[in-house]
């Protein structure tokens, strides 16, 4: 799962990329889109470790994008900051990073700090861009629809979704709020509809800002994920050791870094939870879309796995840690055996019987 970070110019973006990654803060001007994998923070895992020894933990990850800061303020900018858009219509959520903190010695896109007008502008860029393929789409059908065709039933009703899609991100609306089915998604999915995909929203504050709120609900829907970043300590937090860094939380009183909330938020937004295995010595968490049935899952850990799946063993983290050991947890009836069917939920810990 791929999410990009997109931000106007000095919104602090690429530091939080920094701090996510571990890499590098890239230098101003860079028109690279950087990416890396970066690690879902997962305490579950953490006390499974404890709890098992193993030799191996792996935890999910999501890989992520930092798109070079956009520039609208001129042609250049402009046609730069498209062809980049262009280029991330295959990831599956996107992250707007807008600007809130004070600095003079960083200068300010348009010369002013304005959170909420930053975001307005970058949403009315990706619908401009979702307008422009719309259009081109439109276009090639109408002349296909008049030739007797295989496909000719099946280009009307595209048709007939793109003129919709065109009239709703004409009412500034995002296309995800225009579909109404899965058949409608399937459609269009190929093309990557930037305003069709899950978003979440990171401000960028200063370290006086860390509790403050903001209202973006006239420009996005309030379902959407807001998280305030100070992308300046969190980055300093990730040039310290584990121990430095509890150390430097607990003066700040800072219980949970926020770079570990929006990663979190990030995957729960794309609608991602996690299975875990404990095999060979290796304690893993598995992503998978909510809703996954046992028989998808035991794909995900191997291909053999699915082919002969049996049953699958299996009792949720929760319980384990209530009941202490896998002896009580036995003893209480919350271990069980589940088809190939069962839909699996977040923090299963499974163990799959299979055949080949």
């Not at 099946?154 to 995002?174: F, G, M, N, R, V």
């Not at 938020?265 to 809703?291: D, H, M």
Request: with cysteine; glycine share 6%.
């Amino acid at each position: 799962m791929k999410v990009a970070l997109l931000g106007l110019l000095q919104s602090g973006k690429s530091t939080i990329f920094a701090s996510l990654s571990g890499k590098g803060i890239p230098p101003i001007g860079s028109t690279t889109i950087e990416e890396a994998i970066v690690t879902v923070p997962d305490e579950r895992l953490d006390w499974l470790t404890e709890y098992y020894k193993p030799k191996k933990t792996t935890y999910a990850t999501i890989d992520c994008l930092d798109v070079p800061g956009f520039n609208f303020t001129d042609d250049h900018g402009r046609s730069a900051a498209r062809r980049q858009i262009n280029q991330i219509r295959t990831v599956d959520m996107l992250v707007l990073v807008v600007r809130a903190f004070e600095n003079p010695a960083v200068l300010s896109y348009r010369n002013s700090i304005k959170p909420v007008g930053d975001l307005a502008e970058l949403r009315t860029e990706l619908l401009l861009a979702d307008l422009e393929l719309v259009a081109t789409r439109i276009e090639k059908l109408e002349k296909q629809v008049h030739k007797p065709t295989k496909t000719q039933a099946y280009d009307k009703a595209e048709l007939a979704l793109h003129k919709k899609l065109q009239e709703t991100i004409e009412s500034e609306k995002p296309i995800s709020s225009a579909i109404e089915n899965d058949a409608e998604r399937e459609m269009i999915k190929s093309l990557g509809f930037l305003t069709l995909k899950p978003m979440a929203i990171a401000v960028n504050v200063g370290e006086n800002q860390l509790k403050a709120k903001f209202d973006f609900s006239e420009h996005v829907d309030t379902s959407v994920p807001v998280v305030t970043i100070c992308a300046k300590l969190e980055f300093e937090l990730a040039q310290l050791d584990a121990e430095s860094r509890a150390e430097f939380m607990a003066d700040l009183g800072i219980a949970e870094s926020a770079i570990s909330k929006f990663v979190n938020g990030c995957y729960s937004a794309l609608g991602l939870i996690s299975f875990i295995t404990v095999v060979s010595n290796e304690i893993r968490a598995w992503p998978i879309k909510q809703g996954t049935i046992a028989h998808e899952a035991a794909g995900k850990v191997h291909t053999d796995i699915k082919r002969g799946f049996i049953r699958a063993e299996t009792f949720s983290f929760d319980d384990l840690k209530e009941h202490g050991n896998e002896k009580a947890l036995k003893a209480a009836g919350k271990i069980r055996l589940e088809g190939k069917d069962y839909v699996v939920q977040n923090g299963n810990i499974i163990n799959f019987r299979f055949n080949v």
